[in-house]
C-alpha cells in the first residue's frame, strides 16, 4: 500500500482527484468506481473544477457505485443516486445512462444482486474510490464479510447506522439494509484510492494499514491488491505506529 498522509481535508481531496483525474485523462473511457459519504465530497469537488477549468470530459467515462440503500429510491434525497448526482454527476458532463447503481427499489433483490454482478462483470473498474467506516466497513461490507464476497444485501450493524444516523431526520429513519459490492468485487479494480479523515477514522485506518489481516476489518483486504493508495489526513493518521 502506497500511503500519503496530507495536513488537512483539502489537501487529501487534491491528492486522491489527482490519482482519479489521470486515470480519467489517460483514458476517456475509464470506468470509475464511486463512493459515497462526506470523505469524497471534496475530491468529487476537485474533479468538477477541474472540468470547469481545464475541460476534461466524462462524455465516454461510465461508473458502478459500491452501494445503495435498500428501500429508497433514487429520488430519495438519502439514496446514494440522489448522492451522486447532487456531488459530481449533475455537474460534470457525464451521460447518466453511462452511470449504475444497485435499485434500491428493485422487487427482487437477490435478481438485482445478480444483475449488478454481471454489470460489474463487464465493467470493471479502472480505479474504485473508497472511503472507509469507522468499524473499518468498505462499501457496506460490515465486519466478518468474506473477502470473496459478491454483490449482497446488507443487515447494517448498530454502529454503522448510528454513524450513518446523522444525514437523516432520525436515526429510526436510517435503512436497515443496503446493497453493497462485495470485497471482491472491489479487489477487481485495476486501481484503488481510499480516502479517509477526522480522528474518527484513525482506528480504522491503523487496522487497514497495521492490522492482521481479517474479515473482522474488511478494509485489510485491500493489502492483498498490488494497487492501492491510502489518502490520508493527520488527524485520521494519528494512530499509525510507523512513520
Ligand atoms: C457509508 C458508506 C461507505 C463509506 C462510509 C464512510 O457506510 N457505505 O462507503 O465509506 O459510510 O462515510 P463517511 O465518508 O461519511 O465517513
Avoid at 47 to 55: A, K, T, V, Y
Avoid at 120 to 126: E, I, P
Avoid at 178 to 204: C, F, P, Q, R, T
Wanted: aromatic share 6%.
Amino acid at each position: 500500500m502506497k500511503v500519503i498522509i496530507t495536513e488537512d481535508y483539502l489537501s487529501m481531496s487534491r491528492e486522491a482527484a489527482k490519482i482519479v483525474l489521470a486515470v480519467v485523462k489517460k483514458n476517456p473511457r475509464a470506468v470509475l468506481g464511486l463512493a459515497t459519504g462526506d470523505s469524497p465530497i471534496g475530491m468529487y469537488e476537485e474533479m468538477i473544477r477541474d472540468h470547469e477549468q481545464n475541460g476534461t470530459s466524462y462524455e465516454f467515462i461510465s461508473s458502478v457505485n459500491l452501494d445503495e440503500y435498500v428501500g429508497l429510491p433514487a429520488s430519495h434525497v438519502q439514496s446514494y443516486a440522489y448522492f451522486m448526482r447532487k456531488h459530481l454527476f449533475d455537474r460534470v458532463n457525464i451521460d447518466l445512462n453511462n452511470t449504475a447503481l444497485p435499485d434500491g427499489v428493485a422487487k427482487d433483490k437477490q435478481a438485482e444482486c445478480d444483475r449488478y454482478n454481471a454489470l460489474l462483470a463487464t465493467k470493471r473498474q479502472s480505479v474504485q474510490v473508497l472511503g472507509i467506516g469507522s468499524n473499518g466497513h468498505i462499501g457496506f461490507n460490515e465486519p466478518g464479510t468474506p473477502f470473496d464476497s459478491v454483490t449482497h444485501v446488507v443487515d447494517l450493524t448498530p454502529n454503522t447506522i448510528k454513524d450513518n444516523s446523522r444525514l437523516f431526520a432520525s436515526v429510526d429513519e436510517v435503512p436497515t439494509q443496503a446493497y453493497s459490492m462485495g470485497i471482491s468485487n472491489i479487489l477487481n479494480a485495476e486501481k484503488i484510492v481510499i480516502v479517509a479523515s477526522g480522528e474518527k477514522k484513525a482506528w480504522a485506518v491503523r487496522q487497514m494499514i497495521e492490522g492482521e489481516i481479517s474479515p473482522a476489518v474488511p478494509a485489510t483486504a485491500l493489502r492483498g491488491h498490488k494497487d492501492v493508495t491510502v489518502v490520508i489526513d493527520a488527524a485520521a493518521a494519528s494512530l499509525l505506529r510507523r512513520e
